[in-house]
């Protein structure tokens, strides 16, 4: 009982080590080498699949009459293009390149992409309100579907993507991952009572699935800083960077959310990023070095909501 305890209190770092534990065993046991790079296809076909399942999930105990935006929305949006647009001009104004060019980048990519669509899990988790979060997604959504086409050929001048073109391309990605899934549970919700009553039954479900989910991710951002092109220092700069950029974003969103009595709702909102979007936006239209800035912050992002959810946990047993 202690052992699933300790499991079910650690679920994120647990989730993490294990993805990392196992990228790091098919890459450099040689008996397991040949099972990894079959595998890699399955893992990553089955990704969309886990995104799908979690967000349906955590969408089926949505009340949809109450997906409006409040006060802290708008906020917190602000601070995001803030931050973007800050990033670029430092880049921009002080004519980084090099190293400091890819830093900035790495950075850029983890300020610029989305709220998480998993964010709803934690903030669910923590006690916030599921559906002022599951607004502000889709706000958020937007936002970067403006941002990215806009103002990235700003800081690289190889993204020259046509500006309809990207927009359009950014949109059919969030329609895909956010309205499929929660056009499906809107329709068990209201037509399939008995399917929904057994779904939200299931304590914690999209919880554990975001765990194997975030396995996977975990696997996969191991992979692409074992196989970075730059040195361990640089590595070890861009993971320090983002570290603190995590710190700033949830800091900054908590603060936020302080004032309008939601402070576990802006503070996920503005930390957790979707790092897989990121991750794929900096290898379309930055460096692709610059992948490992989300990739770190994948981990730190984890480490903060484990600890947040440890903290409640510990508050709700006491």
């Not at 040949?34 to 990704?47: D, E, K, S, Y």
């Not at 936006?281 to 989300?294: C, E, H, K, M, R």
Request: aromatic share 14%; net charge positive.
């Amino acid at each position: 009982m202690n052992v699933i305890r300790f499991i079910k209190n650690w679920t994120l770092p647990i989730s993490m080590c294990t993805g990392i534990t196992v990228y790091l065993l098919f890459a450099f046991v040689p008996a397991l080498d040949g099972m990894g790079t079959t595998l890699a296809p399955f893992f990553n076909r089955i990704l969309p699949l886990f995104m799908f399942l979690i967000l349906f999930v955590t969408f089926c105990k949505v009340d949809f009459r109450r997906l409006r935006p409040v006060k802290w929305h708008f906020w917190v949006g602000v601070s995001q293009i803030i931050f973007v647009l800050t990033t670029i001009g430092l880049a921009f104004g002080l004519h980084l390149t090099g190293n400091d060019l890819l830093l900035a980048e790495a950075l850029l990519a983890s300020i610029a992409c989305p709220c998480a669509s998993a964010a709803a899990v934690v903030t669910q988790k923590l006690g916030g309100n599921l559906e002022e979060m599951t607004t502000y997604t889709f706000i958020s959504n937007f936002i970067t579907a403006v941002l990215i086409p806009s103002c990235f050929p700003l800081i690289h001048q190889s993204a020259d993507a046509g500006f309809i073109a990207a927009f359009l391309k950014i949109l059919y990605e969030v329609c895909i991952v956010l309205l499929t899934p929660m056009l499906f549970a809107y329709i068990v919700k209201h037509r399939m009572t008995r399917f929904h009553r057994w779904i939200i039954g299931v304590k914690d479900l999209s919880y554990y699935l975001w765990g194997c989910l975030l396995m996977i991710v975990m696997g996969t951002t191991a992979r692409n800083i074992v196989h970075a092109d730059t040195t361990i220092s640089f590595l070890l700069v861009i993971a320090s960077g983002s570290f603190v950029l995590c710190l700033i974003q949830f800091g900054v969103g908590r603060y936020i959310g302080s004032h309008f009595c939601s402070t576990t709702n802006a503070g996920q909102a503005l930390g957790q990023k979707n790092t897989a979007f990121a991750i794929w936006i900096a290898n379309a239209y930055l460096s692709p070095l610059s992948s490992v800035g989300p990739g770190c912050y994948i981990l730190w992002q984890n480490l903060v909501n484990a600890i947040e959810i440890r903290r409640y946990q510990y508050r709700v047993e006491t």
